[in-house]
């Protein structure tokens, strides 16, 4: 579908002309301009009256302040995400390497199809694109440890530090030995059951915040298994919602013994709006 090109004053006309109340014209030119039309719209649909049918006017009463304010309490979780999900990934990455080489010696076995069990989905593509990671000619590390393009004597301890999480989760998920990531979970104090599922739900939730997604009225396409202990002492919430991945991180992190107050935090913002925190807590995307 064509659409033309709106200038800024344009697209505030725009906003106006559907009902939105936009304030002071300098100041709403100046927040779209820093912030994307399209997405101050994609948090603006939740207040218009039937987007998915084309009505994309806004019901009386709400307003760009409004819409931005939403926006920003957004980006504060996913800073504080982004904080719990680095704390998670780099204790994973390191526990795993220690454990993975441990169990399963020097050689590069996560480039062995072998390696994994049958089920494994793509697991041509997942070796070839860590092997395309390990190949770029400034890394010194593995440069050490390759001859041409022979990568079998990269250890899992190098190679960990250029994995990306997606594929660190496919090997904890999928490799044919389990002791490795067994072991990882025990090392995390978490449970082993579900453990591969929850890191590979990290990796895509730490994706979003990466590229600065929404996370307000946002349900997940993937499912972080929350604990029946921890649907009894946390909020009512959906299954696919971002805060049942916060329910998981808390686990992880008490675990760790890491960012004891993180709990808190994101409590406390929670709480700053109720109509922020429903759209965390039970996503109803328009």
């Not at 906003?15 to 399209?38: I, P, Q, W």
């Not at 019901?59 to 999900?85: K, N, Y």
Request: net charge positive; aromatic share 8%.
């Amino acid at each position: 579908m064509h659409k033309p090109f709106l200038s800024l004053d344009a697209q505030v006309t725009l906003l106006a002309e559907r009902g939105l109340e936009v304030g002071e014209r300098d100041r709403a030119t100046s927040e779209l301009h820093r912030l994307n039309y399209y997405r101050v719209s994609g948090y603006g649909r939740e207040f218009q009256r039937a987007p998915s049918r084309g009505d994309d006017s806004y019901h009386p009463g709400v307003s760009l302040g409004r819409i931005v304010e939403l926006m920003e309490r957004d980006a504060r979780l996913r800073r504080l995400l982004t904080e719990a999900l680095t704390e998670i990934e780099l204790g994973v990455r390191s526990r795993f390497a220690y454990e993975a080489g441990r169990e399963l010696g020097s050689r590069a076995f996560y480039l062995d199809p072998a390696a994994y069990l049958e089920i494994t989905p793509d697991v041509a593509s997942h070796i070839a694109k860590i092997e395309r990671e390990l190949l770029r000619p400034k890394l010194r590390t593995v440069a050490r440890y390759r001859v041409g393009d022979d990568l079998s004597s990269v250890p899992i301890w190098v190679a960990i530090e250029v994995v990306s999480f997606g594929a660190l989760a496919k090997m904890l998920w999928y490799l044919r030995t389990p002791l490795p990531a067994q072991r990882t979970a025990d090392a995390l104090g978490v449970q082993r059951t579900g453990f591969a599922s929850a890191v590979h739900s990290f990796a895509v939730l730490r994706n979003v915040c990466a590229h600065h997604g929404q996370l307000w009225h946002r349900p997940l396409d993937v499912m972080f298994g929350t604990l029946p202990k921890e649907k009894k002492r946390e909020p009512r919430h959906e299954p696919s919602s971002v805060y049942s991945g916060i329910v998981v991180a808390k686990r992880f992190l008490r675990g760790m013994n890491r960012l004891a107050d993180w709990d808190e935090r994101v409590s406390a913002l929670l709480d700053e709006d109720a109509e922020f925190r429903s759209g965390i807590l039970r996503p109803e995307p328009r």
